[in-house]
């Protein structure tokens, strides 16, 4: 059975750290890209980061430079690593795992207050 549960979501001021987790059970998690998106309220659900299986990550350019996505496959566990925070992202984030089946975790709020 496929699961994949973030943790780490919260209330953080603008300009604070937060940092997600994503434990991943029921597939090969090392053959997998893994991804974080993100929705906001009224919004449509975006793509925040993604790691391939060889390590190299992507970014959207409204996290860039702030955000950091990261994997451990020994752990099965997905990461990211929020930086100065914006009230803008404000959001339930989402993990993400795709090769030909794809899968979604259930979602973690993250507030951050101005």
């Known amino acids: 059975q496929v699961q994949l549960v973030e943790s780490g979501g919260g209330l953080v001021q603008a300009g604070g750290p937060l940092n997600l987790s994503c434990a991943a059970s029921?597939?090969?998690?090392?053959?997998?890209?893994m991804s974080w998106y993100r929705q906001a309220p009224g919004k449509q659900r975006e793509l925040v980061a993604t790691?391939?299986?060889?390590?190299?990550?992507n970014y959207a350019d409204s996290v860039k430079g702030r955000f950091a996505i990261s994997r451990d496959n020994a752990k099965n566990t997905l990461f990211l690593r929020m930086n100065s925070l914006k009230p803008e992202d404000t959001a339930v984030y989402y993990c993400?795992?795709?090769?030909?089946?794809?899968?979604w975790g259930q979602g973690t709020q993250v507030t951050v207050s101005s």
């Open positions: 029921g597939f090969t998690f090392s053959s997998y890209y």
């Open positions: 790691i391939t299986t060889g390590g190299s990550t």
């Open positions: 993400h795992a795709r090769l030909v089946q794809y899968y």
